[in-house]
């Protein structure tokens, strides 16, 4: 299993506010949160409280589960995705890296355009 890698919380915890706040929305607990990403639950609640930071791979997975169960407000997808990845980058303190991450949502899914199935990418580019 893996885990979140350990860093300081420093000031303002966003990242593990839009956490809480997008798990909520999504009607997880934590424990179901933690078992989506493969991770721990206890991972989580450390995500939430601002004691560690995502690693890249379940930032990732977390943005696009969240895009998949309708947790961003409808037609602003890409820009709260693009906050949280920056609050996530916030918390670690580091250098933001780049991410070119390519969701795709389909639309009969998401309730996105026209019934047709067809699929919308949504790419993150923050540098």
Same mark, same amino acid.
């Given at each position: 299993?893996n885990?979140?890698?350990?860093d300081?919380?420093?000031g ?12 909520? =929305?999504?009607?997880l #607990? ?7 990403? %493969?991770?721990?639950? +206890? !991972?989580?609640?450390h ?6 930071s ?14 998949? =169960?309708?947790?961003? #407000? ?7 995705? %693009?906050?949280v990845? +920056? !609050?996530?980058q916030?918390?670690?303190?580091k ?17 996105i ?5 067809t699929t ?8």
């Amino acid at each position: 299993m893996n885990h979140s890698h350990p860093d300081q919380c420093k000031g303002e915890n966003a990242f593990g506010r839009s956490c809480a706040t997008l798990r909520k =929305r999504m009607h997880l #607990t934590q424990r179901e949160l933690g078992r989506l990403l %493969e991770i721990s639950e +206890q !991972a989580i609640q450390h995500w939430e409280r601002g004691v560690y930071s995502p690693r890249l791979e379940h930032l990732k997975q977390f943005i696009e589960l969240s895009i998949q =169960r309708h947790a961003f #407000t409808p037609g602003h997808e890409h820009e709260e995705a %693009e906050h949280v990845w +920056q !609050a996530a980058q916030d918390t670690t303190g580091k250098t933001p890296c780049i991410l070119d991450s390519c969701v795709a949502l389909n639309k009969s899914t998401t309730g996105i355009g026209s019934s047709s199935g067809t699929t919308h990418l949504i790419t993150l580019r923050l540098e």
